[in-house]
């Protein structure tokens, strides 16, 4: 029973502090594996990198590593050098990007994979990942994919001229390239050594100090009738989500909370450790500055906590059961099954149907053809096909522009930078 009561609370940890506190059961050393102008990139970034769910994030066209393929870590590296140069260059022409887009798009993640926020999280600690850093490689796929659109894509127009000649020379070949095109935007799978959670062994506390809180209180009121602690619980959940999203816990309280502390931002000052009742203690021990608990229902409320300053804390180190570990890992493996399950079924149903369209993209597609004035290069029998395949064409050409706009690109961002490789 005290297992179950631990494995349950520390889900709940993992779920609100996005497993900042987790130790990685993997042992990384720190030398450095590369240094880009002013960047340093260690052996344990390359590590990291290799995690299946980061690779299934690399969605960049940066032409390293084939499509399909595995990568080795010396790829690995040559692509951490590249993207840090991408980086860069996205600083230097002030790119920036609303986080708003980047939460919608984790939060479209989640409901499309059926993930609440708590199996989200544990699904990210299986892989090695808190909230916070899978957030941080989300807002660098976005800024870099605006960096490419703006330097690659938009440099690479393609003309009604190039796709018909194109589909002249490449007829019988389309719908084969295509596939192929589709098939290598697909993430890699890992080899099965690979495939395994990075579930950590042990989990940072932190004991002792003086400690300030925030809180926002949700009452429930008289009767508490089912529908009135439903609709306080929905907005529980409201808050919780905006405040997880970069909203300011002091400002949602002053609008939501109902008790004495609302109007200071739900402010209760700072307290001693020591002075705290023991549950208070054991919340806080798993807390850092700017961590918020999720919902807490108690008998007449629902509480919401929020670490807005700590000083004089003790760190320190626990392990985690070996049982809870166990559980965490099966439950991991669980869920990369189910997704490795679906990513086949797809992969062998593109396979089967290679010429599978549906009616709406054909029309589409037929419809854009007729819209473009006759060129003379195709006979009235091949503009009849071509009209059939023109977004594929267009779809293939613009890959191929697209690479090879990349590979000058890169290759003249690394002549005008030092770029020192160390392993």
Same mark, same amino acid.
Request: aromatic share 6%; charged share 35%; net charge positive.
């Given at each position: ?162 796709? =018909? ?11 084969? =390239? ?246």
């Amino acid at each position: 029973m005290k297992s179950k009561l631990f494995l349950s609370f520390l889900v709940s940890v993992l779920a609100c502090l996005g497993v900042n506190k987790m130790v990685c059961a993997a042992t990384y050393s720190d030398r450095i594996a590369a240094i880009v102008n002013s960047d340093v990139i260690l052996e344990s970034d390359v590590k990291k990198q290799k995690q299946p769910l980061i690779r299934n994030l690399i969605n960049l066209p940066l032409g390293i590593v084939p499509p399909g393929k595995w990568p080795t870590e010396r790829e690995i590296l040559d692509e951490l050098v590249v993207i840090h140069l991408l980086e860069q260059e996205a600083t230097k022409k002030g790119i920036s990007l609303d986080d708003k887009a980047v939460d919608a798009s984790i939060e479209s993640i989640k409901k499309r994979n059926n993930l609440t926020d708590e199996q989200f999280v544990l699904f990210l600690a299986g892989n090695g990942l808190s909230f916070a850093d899978y957030k941080q490689l989300m807002v660098r796929q976005f800024r870099l994919t605006k960096l490419i659109e703006s330097e690659v894509t938009r440099k690479t127009p393609i003309s009604e001229e190039d796709a =018909e000649k194109y589909f002249k020379k490449h007829s019988s070949e389309i719908n084969e =390239e295509y596939q192929k095109l589709m098939e290598g935007m697909a993430p890699a799978q890992p080899p099965e050594q690979e495939a395994k959670p990075n579930v950590p062994t042990e989990q940072q506390i932190y004991k002792g100090g003086k400690i300030k809180l925030r809180q926002i209180t949700l009452k429930f009121g008289g009767k508490k009738k089912p529908k009135d602690i439903k609709k306080v619980m929905e907005t529980a959940k409201k808050i919780y989500e905006e405040a997880q999203t970069g909203g300011d816990f002091g400002k949602l309280a002053k609008k939501y909370s109902q008790d004495t502390w609302a109007k200071s931002g739900g402010d209760l000052g700072f307290m001693d450790y020591k002075d705290m009742v023991p549950q208070l203690q054991k919340m806080v021990e798993h807390m850092k500055v700017g961590d918020l608990t999720p919902p807490i229902r108690t008998g007449d409320a629902v509480l919401m906590f929020y670490l807005d300053d700590a000083k004089n804390r003790k760190e320190k180190s626990i392990p985690i059961p070996e049982r809870t570990r166990k559980e965490l890992e099966k439950r991991w493996k669980k869920e990369y099954e189910k997704r490795l399950a679906e990513k086949k079924a797809k992969s062998a149903q593109r396979r089967e149907n290679p010429n599978v369209k549906t009616e709406t993209s054909q029309n589409a597609s037929e419809a854009d053809a007729k819209q473009v004035k006759a060129l003379g290069i195709l006979d009235p029998e091949e503009a009849k096909e071509y009209s059939k395949v023109r977004n594929k064409v267009i779809t293939i050409i613009r890959s191929e522009l697209t690479q090879s706009r990349m590979k000058d690109w890169i290759d003249e961002l690394k002549r005008n930078s030092i770029i020192e490789v160390k392993l």
